[in-house]
């Protein structure tokens, strides 16, 4: 689904937890950053376990959306119930892809970085971090979540951050154009390339988001400026 897949991680078992009594457990989630989706439009929600590395996926409907979250409901069916109340009390079963990818040697991990798929691919962000990123950024299946969630990382090497950069593929994508505009890493040449392609409406927004740098936002003006 694209912009239209939205990605959930957890910090550990107990905060997994928490989000199943408090939302999950009622047939919601509230999805943490921007999305390009509107009230009502359909879209999936794929959670991890911050343990076992397993992904779960949902498909429901964008109710409310803001700048900090995106808040969506899923039809919960009493199969769903269970199968989600499992999937929250499972951190138990540590011999699994957490445990897998820890032991491997570094060819394993660039192995499963280039062909994992998306449960293997965020756990091994989540163990590796930096050492993996250059790999997964390679992978033809990576998603425009895990995309952002790599552009937005303030210790993102420049040379990595210049492929994201010059893909405009993922660029297109608001999700990662916002991730990159957030990053202070980025110079001058790549922000105008950010910049760029972004629709009008949209680059008018940019020199009043505080969250931006001041160099981001210059850079808009002067572009508006031209335009």
């Given at each position: 689904?694209?912009?239209?897949?939205?990605?959930?991680?957890?910090?550990?078992?107990?905060?997994?937890?928490?989000?199943?009594?408090?939302?999950?457990?009622?047939?919601?989630?509230?999805?943490?950053?921007?999305?390009?989706?509107?009230?009502?439009?359909?879209?999936?929600?794929?959670?991890?376990?911050?343990?076992?590395?397993?992904?779960?996926?949902?498909?429901?409907?964008?109710?409310?959306?803001?700048?900090?979250?995106?808040?969506?409901?899923?039809?919960?069916?009493?199969?769903?119930?269970?199968?989600?109340?499992?999937?929250?009390g499972e951190g138990g079963r540590r011999d699994n892809i957490q445990q897998r990818l820890?032991?491997?040697?570094?060819?394993?991990?660039?192995?499963?970085?280039?062909?994992?798929?998306?449960?293997?691919?965020?756990?091994?962000?989540?163990?590796?971090?930096?050492?993996?990123?250059?790999?997964?950024?390679?992978?033809?299946?990576?998603?425009?979540?895990?995309?952002?969630?790599?552009?937005?990382?303030?210790?993102?090497?420049?040379?990595?951050?210049?492929?994201?950069?010059?893909?405009?593929?993922?660029v297109k994508v608001p999700q990662v154009r916002r991730a990159l505009l957030a990053n202070?890493?980025?110079?001058?040449?790549?922000?105008?390339?950010?910049?760029?392609?972004?629709?009008?409406?949209?680059?008018?927004?940019?020199?009043?988001?505080?969250?931006?740098?001041?160099?981001?936002?210059?850079?808009?003006?002067?572009?508006?400026?031209?335009r």
């Amino acid at each position: 689904m694209g912009d239209r897949s939205l990605l959930i991680t957890f910090d550990d078992e107990d905060h997994l937890g928490r989000v199943y009594e408090r939302e999950l457990e009622q047939g919601r989630v509230s999805c943490p950053g921007e999305t390009e989706l509107a009230v009502g439009e359909r879209c999936e929600v794929v959670l991890v376990h911050p343990e076992t590395g397993d992904s779960f996926l949902l498909e429901g409907k964008a109710v409310k959306v803001t700048e900090q979250a995106t808040e969506v409901h899923f039809g919960s069916t009493p199969l769903l119930k269970n199968q989600l109340k499992k999937f929250a009390g499972e951190g138990g079963r540590r011999d699994n892809i957490q445990q897998r990818l820890r032991a491997l040697p570094a060819a394993g991990r660039r192995r499963v970085a280039l062909a994992g798929d998306l449960t293997e691919r965020v756990a091994l962000e989540r163990i590796y971090g930096k050492e993996v990123w250059e790999a997964l950024l390679q992978n033809n299946r990576i998603t425009m979540p895990e995309v952002a969630r790599m552009a937005r990382m303030g210790t993102m090497p420049k040379p990595l951050l210049e492929t994201i950069v010059n893909n405009p593929g993922w660029v297109k994508v608001p999700q990662v154009r916002r991730a990159l505009l957030a990053n202070r890493r980025l110079d001058g040449p790549m922000i105008q390339k950010v910049l760029r392609l972004a629709p009008r409406a949209e680059l008018e927004l940019v020199p009043k988001q505080t969250a931006y740098p001041m160099a981001v936002r210059s850079a808009a003006k002067q572009m508006l400026t031209g335009r």
